[in-house]
DNA sequence: ATCGAATTTCGATAATTGTCGAAATTCGAT
DNA sequence: ATCGAATTTCGACAATTATCGAAATTCGAT
């Protein structure tokens, strides 16, 4: 992975808003979450609640689907485990992090 | 890990010129960098680079030791280890993530 | 073809972050 | 106690990001 997409990726989940929405896609699972019931979950105006979806997606580590009207967000897992190696990898490089993540990812 | 703080160590690491300091961090290993040697690979102005090494630090993700006057840097790898753990966790509750890092990291 | 629900886009403002030179600090050596 | 080297702190300005209401868009149902 390039740093520049690392280093963008890393500044998406950089903001506990962020972060937090992104927590609530990972527990929903492959189902997703709709972004009006993160609205609800986590109570901030529906056009800023949408912006930081928006660069989440933009990064590439959160997905959208189309149902009708409603927009149903899901975790791009596979990004996040590209994250996770790029740290493992580029940016520990030591005995005392977990050797994982260089090819057994697969 | 609280969700506060490893969004801070991620937004400090979500900024090129501080993942490419850390990243150098990392290579140097235990021995790690003094400031200016960091400023001579990147050539940025020292008060800059005082700045995102600041940054760096007040997550955890750096440690400074002073050596006279030469104020050597070096990565921290349990904070690194920890911000892994946590992604692993809380932010990649599928298979497609690699289950390391959960208890395995010891 | 209209309506209402879900969500985004727009535009404006506030808040935070980045950048950098000048001045201040720290510390060993003289 | 002064000097020079290494680095930080200060202060100012530029740039980016966050926040939010209002208006626009999308789409299924009627």
């Known amino acids: 992975m390039k740093l520049?997409?690392?280093?963008?990726?890393?500044?998406?989940?950089?903001?506990p808003t962020r972060l937090?929405?992104?927590?609530?896609?990972?527990?929903?699972?492959?189902?997703?979450?709709?972004?009006?019931?993160i609205q609800e979950k986590l109570d901030i105006p529906a056009s800023t609640l949408s912006h930081h979806c928006k660069r989440l997606i933009e990064t590439g580590l959160v997905t959208q689907e189309r149902q009708a009207t409603t927009l149903i967000c899901r975790a791009n897992y596979p990004a996040m485990q590209g994250l996770i190696g790029y740290l493992a990898d580029e940016c520990c490089a030591d005995a005392t992090c977990?050797?994982?993540?260089?090819?057994s990812v697969a």
Chains 1, 2 share one sequence.
């Open 4 to 15: 520049e997409k690392a280093a963008a990726q890393l500044e998406a989940l950089g903001n």
């Open 20 to 37: 937090n929405i992104y927590r609530l896609l990972v527990r929903a699972g492959d189902e997703g979450l709709p972004v009006g019931r």
């Open 98 to 103: 977990s050797p994982v993540a260089k090819e």
